[in-house]
């Protein structure tokens, strides 16, 4: 007996990593249409876009789509898109007004929207805009030494958001989120709007910064971004969470969230990942890279592929390197997503072994 065929969800050509520095606005947004027609024409999954305004790892004045705007347009241009955002939670991002936007689009986009949450704050972004992070104090000194208070915003960020699409006025007194008869009208145009937390499965497979227990309750989905082995350990001990708070943990889908590109040989690939750009644009060792990313030849990305779909992964949300060219995306969704898709079951693959 197989198991069902993952899905294969998109990260879009946002300009968050610097991907659009050599294009203008007209440009920039036709590919973002171009890869928007592209998910949507292969109905794999979903096509995400980022709560983000300035580019990654380090700031730069290059172009960047913010990110509801560009998913309302996205929405009205391609009918039928699933389409998910992945934002900040408080103090970044006021509840409330999270709450509206999101309704607002799952409306526009006829019930098609996921919405994320992350605890991980870009701490120059937070600077540059005069928002402290979760873990500092609003004079931008370290907080006390509790690196839990970002994982406790994303949890009081996930209560209201269900307390206000519930349709009532809501009041609460957190550490993080504050509302005095707040409410969000019309509610979502799903019964139930799918939250999504993005998570690093290091961190969890070590037993630190848990998730809050109502963003384990409420929660429909998690991203889970590290290498195999990790992944693993995360979904089991995710599970044993659930079940703990008496929430199904089979009610729960998990996603690997990664970067990918397709190469022609493993030469071409290593040749790739040890180049200074890369090292330095990065900062990270080649080898822990690749081991947290999906860069391959077509064999390489399926062992790996069928490796996590083992260790309890049942989604891939990918953002390709090569952008602004869809290259790897157009080579992933028609040659490679559907090979495995064919294969997938368990034990499939060799596990992933860590390259």
Same mark, same amino acid.
């Given at each position: ?6 899905? %294969?969800?998109?990260?879009? *050509? ?19 249409l ?5 998910? #949507? ?27 509801w705007?560009?998913?309302?347009g ?34 526009i ?13 870009y ?20 907080g *006390? ?12 960020t996930?209560?209201a958001? #269900?307390?206000? %699409?519930?349709? &009532?006025p809501?009041t609460?007194? &957190? ?16 019964? #139930?709007l799918?939250?999504?937390l ?21 929660c ?20 044993? #969470?659930?079940t /703990? ?10 996603? %690997?969230?990664a970067e990918?590109?397709?190469f022609?040989?493993v ?13 330095q644009? %990065? ?6 890279l690749?081991?947290r990313s ?28 090569d ?9 992933l969704?028609? &040659? ?7 294969t /997938?079951? *368990?034990?499939a &693959? ?6």
């Amino acid at each position: 007996m197989t198991a069902a065929a993952p899905r %294969w969800s998109v990260v879009a *050509p946002q300009g968050a990593a610097g991907e659009l520095a050599s294009t203008g606005g007209a440009e920039g947004w036709r590919l973002l249409l171009e890869t928007a027609r592209t998910v #949507r024409r292969h109905g794999r999954g979903a096509l995400w876009l980022l709560d983000r305004t300035d580019t990654t790892p380090r700031r730069a004045p290059e172009p960047v789509w913010e990110g509801w705007t560009a998913l309302a347009g996205l929405a009205a241009a391609v009918p039928g898109l699933e389409l998910g955002l992945l934002s900040p939670a408080a103090p970044f991002r006021n509840a409330a007004l999270l709450a509206k936007r999101a309704a607002s689009a799952d409306h526009i986009c006829g019930g098609r929207l996921a919405l994320g949450l992350t605890a991980a704050a870009y701490v120059p972004e937070h600077h540059s805009t005069g928002i402290a992070p979760p873990d500092e104090s609003p004079a931008g000194e370290p907080g *006390p030494g509790d690196d839990g208070r970002a994982h406790r915003a994303v949890g009081e960020t996930a209560e209201a958001l #269900r307390a206000l %699409w519930s349709g &009532g006025p809501v009041t609460l007194a &957190g550490e993080h989120v504050r509302l005095t008869a707040a409410h969000c009208v019309p509610a979502p145009h799903q019964e #139930r709007l799918p939250l999504v937390l993005r998570l690093d499965a290091g961190e969890e497979g070590a037993g630190a910064r848990l998730p809050a227990d109502a963003s384990v309750r409420e929660c429909s989905a998690v991203q889970w971004t590290g290498e195999t082995r990790q992944v693993a350990a995360a979904v089991e001990a995710f599970g044993r #969470r659930r079940t /703990a708070l008496g929430a199904d943990p089979g009610g729960v889908r998990h996603a %690997w969230a990664a970067e990918c590109r397709v190469f022609d040989s493993v030469l071409e690939r290593d040749r790739w990942l040890c180049s200074p750009h890369e090292v330095q644009f %990065w900062s990270h060792h080649p080898d822990l890279l690749a081991r947290r990313s999906l860069y391959g030849t077509p064999d390489q990305i399926t062992d790996r592929a069928r490796g996590l779909l083992a260790a309890g992964v049942e989604e891939f949300v990918l953002w390709f390197r090569d952008y602004p060219h869809t290259t790897s995306l157009d080579r992933l969704l028609t &040659g490679i997503a559907p090979l495995i898709d064919a294969t /997938a079951g *368990p034990g499939a &693959g060799t596990g992933g072994a860590e390259e």
